[in-house]
């Protein structure tokens, strides 16, 4: 059986940023990326809005708002230096009524306390001046909230990874884990339906939607450690190109009680289109990527609010995605986990699991966070 020093489970977003900034620090170490689909983000990582967040809305202190506010300009930064398309195409988050003031202040208020540069809180000429054409009695602008090409960012930095002799396994789906005396025996599917394994020393889980299952196979009960992933699909709508150039920035309602979402959004590609969504559906399956033209209406009227010029006919079904979001009690803001297992006897096993929105933000200082876990543990 092969041996190797480090085995990262799964290439999305995270995973290949902490391959590339492990192999950057340690290219002797000998260090493999197992992904089960043919090739990197074919789940969660390009299923998504593609939205570089500022970090205004979760817990002061929590890792979510740390990382994706150290995360923002180091995206930035990566982008420029590697030639990532991006756009800094700033965030209104509305008040559609008078009622709402108090929930943007309430926002405003945690992105100060969160460190978030560049917020304005905007009155409804204000709003009117940089978007003409919305409903809006106020608002916040968010000046660091951009998009970003999230298919040649995981290229440029599988291609880092690879640089510095990271080996990326691709069709290579884990199905077991077995502590051993010098580290852990990581049993796969190959590409040719064989069973086989290797050893590595450690083992760093960046599986996703699967994180809570490849924990339990190192032996983890996930509902003791608050590691059990309740997945929650999420369906977009396209808006027609001609009612697309109607809007100049990402534009937010209110975020959901409890954070359980940012609410039915505006967000656009980089080729000027705009979508609205992403709603939330409680999944009975990890992989459901089918949207419902039934809910086209709710679409519809959670936009009509305070996108008065969108009609029905402008809308159409367009993609979903799941998020990994972890199983806490209502009420309860759920955070990243990141931890090295020491407390569960498990040396050199990091776990990564809960890592939804604003985890592409905050890959590149999630993969620091990581490394350094590896770094001191060597």
């Given at each position: 059986m092969e041996k190797l020093d480090i085995a990262i489970v799964g290439a999305g977003v995270v995973g290949l940023a902490v391959a590339a900034e492990i192999a950057r620090r340690q290219d002797e170490l000998a260090t493999i990326v197992l992904e089960r689909h043919g090739k990197f983000g074919q789940d969660t990582s390009s299923r998504n809005s593609e939205v570089i967040h500022a970090g205004m809305y979760y817990p002061t202190g929590s890792l979510k708002a740390k990382l994706c506010v150290a995360g923002n300009p180091l995206l930035y930064a990566f982008c420029d230096s590697n030639d990532v398309p991006y756009q800094r195409i700033g965030k209104l988050i509305v008040a559609r009524e008078e009622t709402e003031i108090a929930a943007i202040e309430k926002v405003y208020d945690q992105g100060v306390a969160n460190g978030v540069p560049g917020l304005t809180m905007l009155d409804g000429a204000a709003v009117k001046e940089r978007e003409p054409n919305v409903q809006a009695v106020a608002a916040i602008f968010s000046a660091t909230t951009g998009i970003i090409d999230s298919h040649k960012l995981m290229a440029r930095l599988e291609h880092q990874a690879t640089a510095n002799f990271a080996m990326l396994a691709y069709k290579h789906e884990v199905t077991a884990v077995r502590l051993a005396a010098d580290g852990y025996e990581v049993s796969f599917l190959g590409p040719d339906?064989?069973?086989?394994?290797?050893?590595?020393?450690?083992?760093?889980?960046?599986?996703?939607?699967?994180?809570?299952?490849?924990?339990?196979?190192?032996?983890?009960?996930?509902?003791?450690?608050?590691?059990d992933i309740?997945?929650?699909?999420?369906?977009?709508?396209?808006?027609?190109?001609?009612?697309?150039?109607?809007?100049?920035?990402?534009?937010?309602?209110?975020?959901?009680?409890?954070?359980?979402?940012?609410?039915?959004?505006?967000?656009?590609?980089?080729?000027?289109?705009?979508?609205?969504?992403?709603?939330?559906?409680?999944?009975?399956?990890?992989?459901?990527?089918?949207?419902?033209?039934?809910?086209?209406?709710?679409?519809?009227?959670?936009?009509?609010?305070?996108?008065?010029?969108?009609?029905?006919?402008?809308?159409?079904?367009?993609?979903?995605?799941?998020?990994?979001?972890?199983?806490?009690?209502?009420?309860?803001?759920?955070?990243?986990?990141?931890?090295?297992?020491?407390?569960?006897?498990?040396?050199?096993?990091?776990?990564?699991?809960?890592?939804?929105?604003?985890?592409?933000?905050?890959c590149l200082a999630i993969a620091r966070q990581v490394a350094d876990i590896v770094d001191a543990g060597l």
């Amino acid at each position: 059986m092969e041996k190797l020093d480090i085995a990262i489970v799964g290439a999305g977003v995270v995973g290949l940023a902490v391959a590339a900034e492990i192999a950057r620090r340690q290219d002797e170490l000998a260090t493999i990326v197992l992904e089960r689909h043919g090739k990197f983000g074919q789940d969660t990582s390009s299923r998504n809005s593609e939205v570089i967040h500022a970090g205004m809305y979760y817990p002061t202190g929590s890792l979510k708002a740390k990382l994706c506010v150290a995360g923002n300009p180091l995206l930035y930064a990566f982008c420029d230096s590697n030639d990532v398309p991006y756009q800094r195409i700033g965030k209104l988050i509305v008040a559609r009524e008078e009622t709402e003031i108090a929930a943007i202040e309430k926002v405003y208020d945690q992105g100060v306390a969160n460190g978030v540069p560049g917020l304005t809180m905007l009155d409804g000429a204000a709003v009117k001046e940089r978007e003409p054409n919305v409903q809006a009695v106020a608002a916040i602008f968010s000046a660091t909230t951009g998009i970003i090409d999230s298919h040649k960012l995981m290229a440029r930095l599988e291609h880092q990874a690879t640089a510095n002799f990271a080996m990326l396994a691709y069709k290579h789906e884990v199905t077991a884990v077995r502590l051993a005396a010098d580290g852990y025996e990581v049993s796969f599917l190959g590409p040719d339906g064989r069973a086989d394994a290797i050893g590595c020393r450690w083992l760093i889980n960046c599986a996703g939607l699967y994180a809570d299952k490849i924990a339990a196979m190192c032996g983890i009960d996930t509902a003791a450690a608050g590691y059990d992933i309740n997945p929650v699909k999420g369906e977009y709508f396209s808006v027609a190109m001609g009612k697309s150039k109607l809007m100049n920035h990402l534009i937010y309602p209110p975020p959901l009680h409890g954070l359980k979402g940012l609410g039915t959004h505006v967000t656009k590609s980089l080729d000027g289109r705009a979508r609205l969504g992403p709603n939330v559906v409680n999944a009975t399956e990890r992989e459901d990527y089918d949207v419902d033209p039934g809910h086209l209406e709710e679409f519809y009227q959670a936009a009509a609010a305070y996108l008065p010029f969108i009609g029905r006919g402008d809308l159409a079904p367009d993609m979903a995605g799941m998020r990994p979001k972890l199983r806490v009690p209502e009420g309860t803001v759920a955070d990243f986990i990141i931890r090295h297992e020491t407390e569960w006897g498990l040396p050199g096993l990091v776990n990564l699991v809960g890592i939804e929105s604003p985890g592409l933000t905050a890959c590149l200082a999630i993969a620091r966070q990581v490394a350094d876990i590896v770094d001191a543990g060597l």
